[in-house]
């Protein structure tokens, strides 16, 4: 089975601080994706990547930015985490073609205090 | 922009019923794929099913099954003899000529025994 690990199920950071969220696929998936989950508002995509080094921005990538230097690693860092960034936070991997299934991480719920 | 709009914010079924729960989409593309995922408490996202736009017939997965309006834009899922597992939230996705793909805000299905 595919596995898509993000480091932490659970994360609390201040203010101001720069924060990594990590995900890593074991299936050399070329598409990896970050989506921000809330209450009432769905999943929204921040960022997407479909190669190494190469990525494009989702529907809400202000105040994100992502890195993917290796296939199996997508992160997502919060240059200046601010308390409006408080929320779920879900990686997903697939193989390239767009009728492919999205393969997802359990999620990270960050809080920022 | 693409948009998915699940009108449902909440549904419940007793046990062993069935349930619909509806999606629709809006879309200029003639060439796309539709998705309902389901993510219990657990929070892992699991596909349910999907369905290319082309194909008139409807898709089928065991008690899962659609019914795929393509002129109304309408995508919802029929749960059959609903168990208490199948509590969970249910997204509907939609997924087009790019990588990414666009997630209604999701139905919150309960299940009483």
């Known amino acids: 089975d595919v596995k898509v690990t993000q480091s932490s199920r659970y994360l609390v950071k201040r203010t101001g601080e720069k924060v990594f969220l990590e995900c890593v696929q074991d299936m050399d998936h070329e598409n990896m994706f970050w989506y921000r989950q809330d209450p009432g508002l769905g999943l929204r995509l921040i960022y997407f990547?479909?190669?190494?080094?190469?990525?494009e921005k989702g529907d809400i990538p202000e105040g994100y930015s992502v890195s993917r230097e290796k296939k199996e690693r997508f992160s997502l860092i919060l240059e200046s985490a601010s308390t409006n960034q408080t929320s779920m936070y879900l990686c997903?991997?697939?193989?390239?073609?767009?009728?492919?299934?999205?393969?997802f991480g359990s999620g990270t719920q960050l809080s920022v205090l | 922009a693409q948009t998915v709009t699940q009108s449902q914010p909440e549904m419940s079924v007793q046990e062993a019923e069935t349930v619909t729960l509806s999606c629709t989409y809006d879309?200029?593309?003639?060439?796309?794929?539709l998705f309902w995922y389901k993510q219990p408490p657990s929070r892992q996202m699991i596909l349910v099913i999907r369905q290319e736009a082309y194909k008139q017939q409807n898709a089928t997965e065991n008690r899962f099954s659609v019914n795929f309006q393509k002129a109304a834009k309408s995508f919802s899922l029929k749960i059959s003899d609903s168990q208490l597992g199948d509590a969970a939230m249910y997204f509907c996705?939609?997924?087009?000529?790019?990588?990414?793909?666009?997630f209604g805000k999701g139905t919150k299905l309960t299940v009483n025994p």
């Open positions: 997903a991997s697939r193989e390239a073609g767009r009728t492919e299934k999205l393969f």
């Open positions: 990547s479909y190669d190494v080094k190469m990525k």
């Open positions: 879309t200029s593309e003639s060439d796309y794929y």
């Open positions: 996705a939609w997924g087009g000529g790019s990588e990414k793909l666009v």
